[in-house]
Each structure stands twice: as structure tokens, then as C-alpha cells.
């Protein structure tokens, strides 16, 4: 059974502090996506990747980075969260027709 | 601005009944859509999709018609359940492309 694996289910940071969103995939995909859903927006896209060491900028990239060093895992910073970052956050990795997630990461910034 | 649109933000339907959702795109290279299916404090699960070489897909309860021409894709379930509350995303990609556009989803309330 393909898995996308994201490390928290629930954060709560503080405004400032510098944070990490892991996320692991089994399955060899090349391409991972992080996204954000916010009511009413949908699921945006921040960054994906299409290889190891390879990111582009999605929709929304301002305020976080990414990084692959290892195929199977995609992380997202917040390199110093910010209240309007408090958001669901999704971790995909797709073939050439699906996108699979993680059970998301729903983030509080206070 | 958004390539994928979902206008309703919400759909209430009486179980038995039949459930559509719509989406629109405004990309003409998009070929390949999906339908995804979330429940609260979970990841998106993929319901179905369609090749823009074909203007329907069925599965089961759930089938998805394509309008190209139109640039609308809607998504019927037939017989409604209480189980298929949830909200839905339209989603739209280039095959081969490997990114995916989402609408901003609709949430679907199956009364009993």
C-alpha cells in the first residue's frame, strides 16, 4: 500500500522560531509537492520537487524553503513563522496521473 | 489567479439522491483531471480521474463527465450516503507534467 508519511500530525509553534515539516514517501516517486489548505482557498501549492536537490516555487513560496537531499523525503521550513502561516499543511508525491498525501499537518502559530 | 475553479463552496443532498459537483478550468493544455475526496484532519484521497481523450469515467457510484469545449468537469454520485460527506477538490495537471492545480473545493453534506 503506497504511503506518504508526514512526521506530526499537530504543531504549535511560536511566532519567530524556525520550523520543520518532514515528510517521507515509499513508493519512488520523483516529484513532492507541499501544499496548504486554507477554507475557502483550496490547496495551494508552495514548492514541489521533481529530483533530489531540484525545487521550484509554486504558488505561494514566500516564507518558507524546501529541502531534498534523498529522494524519498521533502521537508518545508518556516524559517520564522508568522500567525498568517497557521494553516493545514499537505505533503504529496505523484506519478505521472495521481497525487498521493499525507494525512496532514495542521500547524499553530501563536 | 486560479486555473481551477470550484463556485460552490458547499452542496447539501438528501441521501438516495444524486450528488454533482462542478469544477471549471481556464487552462486549455490541461489534460488529465482528478477528483479528490477529505475528510477533516486527513490527507486528500483520490476518488477518479479522466484523460481529456475521453468525456466520461465511470466508477461505480461515481462517475465524472468532461465538457472540453466548455472547460467544465463535474462530478456525479449516485446514490448519495451519508459516508460521502466530505469536501471535494477538482484537480487538473499536464501528464507528464507532474503538477497538480486544485479548485477550492466543495463541501458536500449527505443528509440522512
Known amino acids: 500500500d503506497v504511503k506518504v508519511t508526514q512526521s506530526s500530525r499537530y504543531l504549535v509553534k511560536r511566532t519567530g522560531e524556525k520550523v520543520f515539516l518532514e515528510c517521507v514517501q515509499d513508493m519512488d516517486h520523483e516529484n513532492m509537492f507541499w501544499y496548504r489548505q486554507d477554507p475557502g482557498l483550496g490547496l495551494r501549492l508552495i514548492y514541489f520537487?521533481?529530483?533530489?536537490?531540484?525545487?521550484e516555487k509554486g504558488d505561494i513560496p514566500e516564507g518558507y524553503s524546501v529541502s531534498r537531499e534523498k529522494k524519498e523525503r521533502f521537508s518545508l521550513i518556516l524559517e520564522s513563522a508568522s500567525t498568517n502561516q497557521t494553516s493545514m499543511y499537505l505533503c504529496a508525491s505523484s506519478s505521472d496521473t495521481e497525487a498521493f498525501f499525507g494525512q496532514g499537518t495542521r500547524l499553530t502559530v501563536v | 489567479d486560479q486555473q481551477v475553479k470550484q463556485n460552490s463552496p458547499s452542496l447539501s443532498v438528501q441521501e438516495g439522491r444524486i450528488s454533482i459537483l462542478n469544477c471549471d478550468y481556464t487552462?486549455?493544455?490541461?489534460?488529465?483531471f482528478l477528483w479528490y475526496k477529505k475528510y477533516p484532519a486527513e490527507g486528500p484521497t483520490f476518488l477518479i480521474s479522466i484523460s481529456s481523450i475521453k468525456d466520461k469515467n465511470e466508477d461505480g457510484r461515481f462517475t465524472v463527465f468532461l465538457n472540453k469545449s466548455a472547460k467544465h468537469l463535474s462530478l456525479h454520485i449516485v446514490p448519495s450516503q451519508p459516508g460521502d460527506s466530505a469536501v471535494y477538490f477538482c484537480?487538473?495537471?499536464?501528464?507528464?507534467?507532474?503538477?497538480?492545480?486544485f479548485g477550492s473545493g466543495t463541501k458536500l453534506n449527505v443528509k440522512p
Open positions: 484537480a487538473a495537471s499536464w501528464v507528464n507534467f507532474n503538477k497538480f492545480y
Open positions: 520537487s521533481y529530483d533530489v536537490k531540484m525545487k
Open positions: 487552462n486549455s493544455m490541461f489534460d488529465y
